[in-house]
């Protein structure tokens, strides 16, 4: 049977990884995590697992297939939804955001491609930064936010569950035949999470990931993580990226499945809170992000939408470039992206309302926290409403306008 704890070590950044495997090679790790039990208490013996990306997850080609400890397949126990967002206040929280698409473009021309397919200025990235940039119509009504890493020899497109294979479609649809451009979902070959919350910087200095911190939001970096069993197995290669796709604070793991599960318990394992899924729409509505179905439709555009900074204004031509430089020139933003904090719940889709007039409608709703309260998001007409107007949702319900903290931080430009 296995005698000793199972154990990951992060160590520096690194562009390329050993495909040996020493077999009893000793090193101090940076962080243990909890050994592995059966039901029966006794320490489940590790199997072998294959590492097998093709496409790779980050920007190593070709990734040599290795042995890596199996994962044991059990989940992690999530905190309550109260206490899982006050930790994401006061301390940290840690979220699986697996069923997030993951696309990746490679290509000589990819650069020059997705600067012409989405709103944001990819020719002015390098090696390391990312952005945030959007997927519009032609007309530019919102498709999906998407969270850009700029590698070496590829960038990795982060996208909603439900836009994934349409996007992915849809980029391959525009790609010519003189084009150098190559689209893959890596979405089931790479798992991903997210660390978040302010104690979130003191777990990765715990974690010899420090140099992160306080790097611009989209900036990522490779890293190479080690399972220490009876053997080290050094070498599996880690993405860690500042910023989530709630918040520009926090970060962002993508990573093999084979390593998921044991870099959560790890997180875990330094005071991170696990999150479920349902505090995670929870937290998304609280933060005011945008989601496909919801916000971002055809009836929204990406102005409307609030989401300046995902879009250049002196860049050339792009697909929904000429409607947005009309809705600049001419003030033709009708309406806008609001927080509403209710008086009580009320459906999504439910019409608003000032004075008896239809202004807007909901378009998210949680019943919140005991903090916040019921709280839901919506687009009502600019002039019909401002921060800390009072509407009407539905028949009675109260709400009053709030700014999100997701748009906070991306004002529209001055008019100078």
């Known amino acids: 049977m296995l005698s000793h704890p199972t154990s990951i070590s992060f160590f520096s950044p690194r562009r390329s990884f050993p495909s040996a495997l020493p077999s009893h090679k000793l090193q101090t790790p940076a962080f243990c995590c909890p050994q592995k039990k059966s039901k029966t208490g006794s320490l489940l013996s590790p199997a072998a697992l294959p590492f097998d990306l093709s496409p790779p997850p980050i920007d190593l080609d070709p990734l040599e297939t290795a042995a ?33 698409g993951r696309v990746r473009v490679s290509g000589e ?32 009504r919102t498709i999906d936010i998407s969270h850009a890493w700029v590698m070496n020899n590829a960038v990795i497109l982060v996208v909603s569950p439900m836009t994934c ?44 990931l420090g140099n992160l911190t306080g790097k611009a939001y989209g900036s990522h970096e490779h890293y190479s993580v080690s399972f220490l069993l009876i053997f080290e197995v050094d070498g599996m290669p880690v993405t860690v990226a ?51 179905g919801k916000e971002l439709t055809e009836e929204f555009n990406v102005l409307e939408a609030g989401l300046w900074r995902a879009v250049s204004f002196n ?29 009580s719940q009320v459906a999504p889709g439910s019409i608003i309302t000032v004075d008896g007039k239809k202004v807007g409608k909901l378009t ?28 009407t949702v539905g028949d009675t319900v109260v709400g009053t306008l709030v700014e999100v903290p997701f748009l906070k931080d991306q004002p529209p430009p001055s008019k100078a």
């Open 315 to 343: 860049k050339g031509c792009y697909k929904g470039q000429e409607t947005i430089s009309r809705l600049v020139t001419y003030d033709g933003i009708k309406q806008r992206f609001w927080g509403i904090r209710l008086s």
């Open 364 to 391: 998210s709703y949680t019943d919140g926290t005991k903090a916040s309260g019921p709280f839901g998001l919506g687009y009502i007409k600019r002039r019909a409403a401002s921060e800390g107007d009072s509407v």
């Open 68 to 100: 890596f400890p199996e994962e044991d397949g059990t989940p992690d126990a999530y905190a309550s939804a109260d206490e899982a967002l006050d930790a994401f206040a006061n301390g940290a929280v840690v979220v699986d955001l697996s069923d997030y």
């Open 165 to 208: 294979g349409s996007i992915t479609e849809m980029l391959k649809k525009y790609i010519f035949f003189s084009d150098k451009v190559e689209i893959q979902d890596i979405t089931e070959k790479t798992s991903m999470c997210a660390l978040l919350g302010p104690k979130s910087s003191k777990i990765m200095d715990e974690l010899n």
């Open 242 to 292: 500042v910023g989530s796709t709630v918040s520009v604070e926090g970060f962002t793991f993508m990573m093999s499945p084979a390593a998921a599960g044991a870099i959560r318990k790890a997180l875990i394992g330094h005071g991170a809170v696990p999150m479920s899924p349902d505090a995670w729409e929870t937290l998304r509505v609280l933060q005011g992000r945008p989601a496909p």
């Open 109 to 140: 021309d990819r650069i020059q491609f997705l600067h012409n397919q989405t709103t944001a200025n990819f020719e002015c990235l390098g090696e390391g930064q990312g952005c945030d940039t959007v997927f519009v119509t032609p007309t530019a």
